[in-house]
């Protein structure tokens, strides 16, 4: 029949449709099998390394079903007009991103002896990021924890106050303080390498010269802190050797507990779901606990953070198939948002982790860039309730190079102020292209030039300036710069946005105008959208 010439092409099409239908069915069944299999508990003396060699006749069952989806897709022109355009077109970007995953979960798979260690221990230090308390590299790092694994099975989980890893060095430390005030660099004094050293005006900014554990996160380059965290550790205050850093800050958790449904903690008579997740834990670990209200120091005020993770890994671990395909999206969102952050030692491992944009890098590409990065430097806890609104006026010129206009609104939406809920004290750091100079500043309308920081780092320049919001404050700042724009003529123009690590979104809008002679003939370039992950802007 299929050779009739009456039948052959409706015969192959319906072939082809089936066939297509068919692989799509397949590789989502194989994709969930991959997925429950991946988060299943994972218990002691469980071979992790054997667990994921033995997924790899799936993820080849499944790159052959994507490139035969994509050849039918693609050779039957038929067959796009049976599914219609808009179908057709999300089918094949399905596809495409399908190749491009597929190939980072098969770079996966060739680093894991190296994650795991194979034939030996393997440590990673884990920080859990306060973002209520803003820090360049993602938030305040409360809580610490080692994750160990050992001969290609995991070891165990501890977690412990970061500020008892200060408590383990207490002599060493009040002997560096006393010798600081003397006027040596406490720096030194740590055998912290120079080139962990911060930038001169956060360094100031800090006022802890960046030696210790909890004063660490200051970087903008999520790497540096990294190296710097990895070294203390085991430099300072003399812990074992860790291959790698994890870094989370609350929100995925919270997106989890949205999941997977609340937990009970009954020896602190609360139950935690993702509405209250915060606040329990910022009650319990600043103001009701031993530690604080008798000053029990043998006590950890943060135990209930302790106590509730394990909590929370039976209960992922226990989560039907549809809860761990949300719990899955839930994680992927967070690395992308820049709420979970990886570094290793590894320039193997560290190079896959940054293909899958997970590294909190600063990338150095041609044309326009801009980032604004925000602070908390009185220990307040308003970070989820600042808001930040920016706006870009840009003028390109054929020379390449672009007449900013930055405006920020920064609103403290503090409703209800109170102990760690206040008046915010905040350092903002603004990235922007290397050689950038500032020709204007103001704030609230009056010039403020004389006060911003220049500096570098991450290869950019960087302005820098304080300003403090009372509770139901909001304040304005107007900054314009002229930028040089590296390869904007072989090019045209682009601008490449970073979002800071653990940040809310920034509503941001803008426009950006080029003379007519230059390379891009499109004007003006109109944009509105949010800051919540990296993004490029293009003509």
């Given amino acids: 029949l299929p050779d009739h010439p009456l039948l052959n092409n409706q015969l192959t099409l319906g072939q082809n449709m089936l066939e297509l239908g068919l692989l799509i069915r397949d590789t989502n069944n194989d994709l969930n099998t991959l997925l429950d299999s991946v988060t299943d ?13 033995n997924l790899k006749p799936i993820i080849t069952r499944i790159e052959d079903r994507v490139n035969r989806a994509d050849i039918i897709l693609k050779a039957n022109q038929d067959v796009k007009k049976n599914l219609g355009a808009v179908t057709y077109s999300k089918i094949a970007d399905i596809i495409d991103k399908s190749k491009i995953e597929l190939d980072k979960i098969e770079k996966v798979i060739d680093v894991f002896p190296l994650i795991l260690g194979t034939n030996g221990d393997n440590n990673y230090l884990i920080l859990f990021l306060n973002n209520a308390e803003m820090r360049p ?11 160990s694994f050992q001969d290609n099975q995991y070891k165990g989980i501890n977690i412990d106050n970061i500020y008892n890893l200060d408590r383990l060095e207490r002599s060493e430390i009040d002997k560096i303080w006393k010798d600081a005030a003397n006027g040596t660099d406490p720096r030194i004094e740590a055998g912290l390498p120079t080139n962990l050293y911060l930038p001169k005006p956060v360094d100031e900014v800090t006022d802890r010269k960046s030696w210790l554990m909890f004063s660490s996160n200051w970087n903008l380059d999520f790497r540096n802190n990294a190296q710097r965290e990895i070294y203390l550790y085991k430099n300072f205050y003399h812990q074992d050797d860790v291959n790698g850093v994890i870094a989370f800050t609350p929100n995925t958790v919270e997106e989890i507990l949205g999941i997977v449904g609340p ?31 008798e000053q029990r120091y043998d006590i950890n005020p943060k135990q209930i953070l302790s106590d509730f993770g394990p909590k929370l890994m039976d209960k992922i671990s226990k989560a039907d198939l549809g809860q761990k395909i949300k719990i899955f999206e839930a994680v992927l969102n967070g690395t992308k948002k820049k709420e979970i952050l990886f570094y290793h030692n590894d320039p193997k491992v560290e190079s896959v982790i940054s293909e899958f944009a997970a590294a909190g890098e600063i990338k150095n590409p041609d044309g326009d860039f801009l980032g604004i990065v925000q602070s908390n430097i009185n220990a307040m806890k308003n970070g989820r309730i600042i808001d930040t609104r920016a706006s870009l006026k840009s003028e390109v010129n054929s020379l ?19 102990y760690m809920h206040g008046r915010e004290e905040s350092y903002y750091e603004i990235l922007v292209p290397l050689g950038s ?103």
């Fill in 263 to 293: 937990i009970k903690m009954d020896d602190y008579g609360v139950e935690i779901n993702k509405d209250n997740f915060r606040p329990v834990m910022e009650f319990k670990i600043e103001l009701d606990n031993p530690y604080k209200r």
């Fill in 437 to 539: 100079r500032v020709r204007e500043a103001k704030l609230e309308g009056k010039d403020f030039i004389g006060e911003i920081d220049y500096f570098e780092e991450a290869g950019h320049t960087i302005l820098g300036f304080r300003i403090g919001l009372d509770p139901g404050e909001a304040k304005n700042v107007m900054i314009k710069y002229q930028a040089p724009i590296s390869g904007y003529t072989d090019h045209g123009y682009s601008l490449d946005v970073f979002k800071q690590a653990g940040a809310k979104p920034i509503e941001f809008s803008g426009e950006i105008n080029f003379e007519k002679n230059s390379q891009n003939l499109n004007n003006p370039l109109i944009f509105k959208r949010a800051i919540d992950s990296d993004f490029i802007i293009k003509n």
């Fill in 41 to 53: 508990n994972q218990s002691q003396g469980e071979n992790l390394l054997q667990k994921v060699n």
């Fill in 400 to 418: 390449g190079f672009a007449m900013d206009e930055l405006s920020l609104t920064i609103i403290n939406n503090e409703s209800s102020p109170g």
């Fill in 137 to 147: 590299g993602g938030g305040f790092p409360g809580n610490y924890g080692i994750i």
